[in-house]
């Protein structure tokens, strides 16, 4: 069962070694981490997308909340969030491919950032599973390197998860 | 003005600590300079390990958080073991350390090692001071995470420069204000009246008594609960000493090597209240030592803790005198059937055994049993671990005193140095170490701490030449081959104790120890008794 964690965090260091240790320790792999300051200054967000059944993610929970500076987390609800991460694509590209790979872009509503004789940089900025299908449909003209920045996600409606 | 050590100090004596366990170098040197001058006792162990020991003894005696201290690199690294102890064991403990200058920090320097790093999975929370200015918060802060909620050992981690450095005042915090940690002490009255209803509806209802009714200090109020419901209580290694061994629906230590009446008990019990812990693999191994059908209830101040090991119908997160105090309001004037109290009471009849003597040598459970008889009330029993612990664990009849041990961590050493903190803790009572030859041998150091402090600890090895414990696993498990478990080389340990000046005997039957612990009890010195024992004598 893959879940999203939604950790507040005191903002200052070594925090991030504390949260990343209590999974590496259990032996649990984490599929994507992102960390970033939030409204307030003092606190920062973490949002951790990871593997495990049940037991495992409460565990992780419970764990999670014993780390003095973590503030609250949250484990988000399936179909109830928004969940983004940001994606550079560079992609073997001569140039009598490039317009099919424009094409390409164009239909997943992805970014041509960057062109280079032989090559194309595609930005793109979707749900997990829209990435994983452009960087399927780019796969066959020859990836050179991706980069991702890590899920990062928030509750639709109106909560809010604040300190 | 006022410097970094000076505030150090004045946070100790604000935080009311009468002494700290410690062994000195470089980077601690500037504290150590300042504690000089204050009224608060340092005693000097002889490796740090045994700081960290010594504190949590004193810590486990006193109520009162222990407090030990190292310089840094190899100082701090000698802790480690120690605080780890303190951390399996919920033992609140300071543990201050000196570092390198904060302008060195990750250069690797001479006596640099990243402790704060190196003690993160064994810490309740550490800290890597980086101003002056942060020192009083940073104190504030961690005797009151340390002693709250579930108790655990904190790390200050101090570069030198922090300790040199100087401010324009000090000023001790009256409150700590730390937005993530906020312990549910309270207990959820829905939950305790569930509890409750289920115990009322149960046939067989069984306590398990652990650490953690101990660290609430609640200790009498539990044992009045018991006295009046009559629930039959067993308990944990971490849970002996909440009841008076002879109180008559008192079991004795389940689990793998507890009392066959206690795990007896628990396999036929359909509802088990666990107070206060964790039932690690030592307490509950299989799931079938529970039934399928039991339901369980667990009280713990950490949520963490429930669900973790035994599958729980009813938790109740919070501290276990809040909890006992309304399910006593709730419980009314309920006893447990009839039928249950004389089943538990026949079995503690049919289960009584008395150990084989072997001529020749000290029959170590009867003479744990012994020993309880000749000491005061409220004497403070350390043991070992291994054989020596599983003696003391299941024979000793403890009354209103204390029976100290590391349940959770099982370090190799520990009674010595243990017994060092609660001496200071309780000088008026006695203390007793009951040891292996093995385990003394990796702390028998301390000797010289308790000679250089006129501690009246006695000391009792049981000598079997062996590593015993593991000696009798591999006699299950491996053959009969005994890699590794035979001692030799030891020395011999009377003239060791002479060599310290500590008073001394050795006994060969249980009718010779018992005429030498007579006498030993009495003098205000510390003694060794070395009682030798057969080496084929089991745990159990
Ligand atoms: C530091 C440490 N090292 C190793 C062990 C594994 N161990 C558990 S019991 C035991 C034997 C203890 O021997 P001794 O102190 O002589 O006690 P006995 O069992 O003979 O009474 C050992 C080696 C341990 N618990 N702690
Ligand atoms: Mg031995």
Redesign the interface.
């Given at each position: 069962m893959q879940y999203t964690l939604s950790i507040l965090v005191e903002n200052q260091a070594g925090v991030l070694s504390k949260i990343s240790g209590l999974f590496s320790r259990r032996g649990f792999n984490i599929d994507s981490l992102a960390v970033g300051v939030t409204n307030n200054p003092d606190v920062s967000r973490i949002t951790i997308v990871a593997n495990g059944d049940e037991y495992v993610v409460e565990q992780l929970e419970k764990q999670l909340n014993k780390v003095i500076p973590v503030i609250k987390v949250k484990r988000l609800s399936e179909g109830d969030f928004i969940s983004r991460e940001l994606i550079l694509i560079k992609v073997h590209c001569a140039a009598s491919k490039r317009a099919e790979i424009i094409k390409t872009a164009e239909i997943m509503q992805a970014k041509i950032v960057d062109v280079a004789p032989s090559c194309v940089t595609v930005e793109y900025c979707e749900n997990s599973s829209r990435v994983e299908t452009l960087i399927d449909l780019l796969k066959p003209y020859g990836i050179r390197e991706i980069v991702r920045t890590g899920t990062i996600a928030i509750d639709r409606g109106n909560t809010a998860l604040s300190v | 003005m006022i410097s970094g050590a000076e505030i150090m100090v004045k946070c100790l004596e604000a935080e009311g600590v009468k002494v700290v366990f410690g062994y000195p170098g470089a980077t601690i040197c500037p504290f150590y300079d300042k504690l000089y001058d204050s009224s608060i006792k340092h005693v000097l162990v002889r490796q740090e390990q045994n700081a960290a020991h010594a504190a949590s003894g004193y810590s486990r005696c006193s109520g009162l958080p222990g407090v030990c201290v190292a310089t840094s690199g190899p100082g701090a690294t000698n802790l480690i073991t120690g605080i780890a102890t303190a951390y399996a064991d919920s033992v609140p403990m300071i543990a201050i350390t000196g570092q390198v200058k904060s302008d060195l920090l990750g250069r690797d320097v001479f006596q640099e090692a990243d402790i704060?790093?190196a003690c993160?999975?064994f810490v309740?929370?550490s800290y890597?001071v980086s101003k002056t200015e942060d020192l009083p918060r940073v104190f504030k802060e961690a005797f009151h995470?340390a002693s709250t909620g579930r108790k655990g050992p904190v790390l200050i981690d101090i570069p030198m420069d922090i300790q040199q450095n100087e401010i324009e005042s000090f000023e001790y915090p009256e409150k700590v204000n730390?937005?993530?940690?906020k312990p549910n002490t309270r207990g959820h009255a829905v939950q305790v009246k569930r509890a409750v209803e289920a115990i009322k509806n149960s046939r067989r209802p069984l306590i398990v008594s652990g650490g953690g009714v101990l660290s609430s200090g609640v200790k009498l109020k539990f044992q009045a609960f018991a006295d009046k419901t009559k629930i039959p209580v067993i308990s944990t290694m971490m849970g002996i000493g909440v009841m008076p061994s002879d109180h008559e629906m008192y079991l004795g230590m389940l689990g793998t090597h507890g009392k066959p009446v206690a795990n007896r008990a628990l396999h036929d019990a359909d509802l088990v209240i666990v107070c206060g812990a964790r039932l690690g693999d030592r307490a509950v191994a299989a799931p079938d030592q529970m039934s399928e059908n039991t339901t369980v209830i667990h009280i713990d101040i950490?949520?963490?803790e429930i669900?973790?090991n035994v599958k729980t119908a009813i938790p109740i997160v919070g501290d276990m005198k809040n909890v006992l105090n309304m399910m006593i309001d709730e419980i009314g004037d309920y006893v447990v059937p009839n039928q249950w109290q004389e089943t538990v009471k026949g079995w503690k009849k049919s289960f009584f055994r008395t150990p084989p003597k072997f001529d020749g040598f000290v029959e170590p459970r009867a003479l744990v049993a012994q020993l309880s008889s000749m000491l005061r009330s409220k004497a403070i029993l350390v043991a070992d671990v291994g054989q020596n612990q599983i003696w003391c664990a299941n024979n000793f009849m403890i009354r209103e005193g204390r029976f100290l041990t590391t349940g959770g961590m099982g370090t190799m050493g520990y009674s010595v140095p243990a017994a060092v903190g609660a001496k200071l803790a309780r000088p008026t009572r006695d203390v007793v170490v009951v040891c292996g030859d093995g385990s003394f041998q990796m702390s028998m150091n301390e000797l010289a701490t308790i000679v250089g402090n006129n501690l009246a600890i006695k000391i009792i090895i049981m000598r079997n030449h062996r590593l015993g414990m593991v000696r009798e696993l591999q006699d299950f498990n491996y053959n009969k081959r005994h890699a590794a478990t035979i001692l030799s080389g030891d020395p011999d340990f009377l003239k060791l104790a002479e060599a310290y000046g500590i008073d001394h005997a050795e006994a060969n039957s249980n009718e010779e120890a018992e005429e030498i612990i007579r006498g030993m009890v009495k003098s205000d010195k510390p003694f060794i008794l070395v009682c030798n024992v057969y080496p084929d004598t089991p745990s159990i």
């Open positions: - | 704060t790093g993160e999975p309740k929370h890597l995470i730390i937005i993530g940690y950490d949520p963490a669900g973790k």
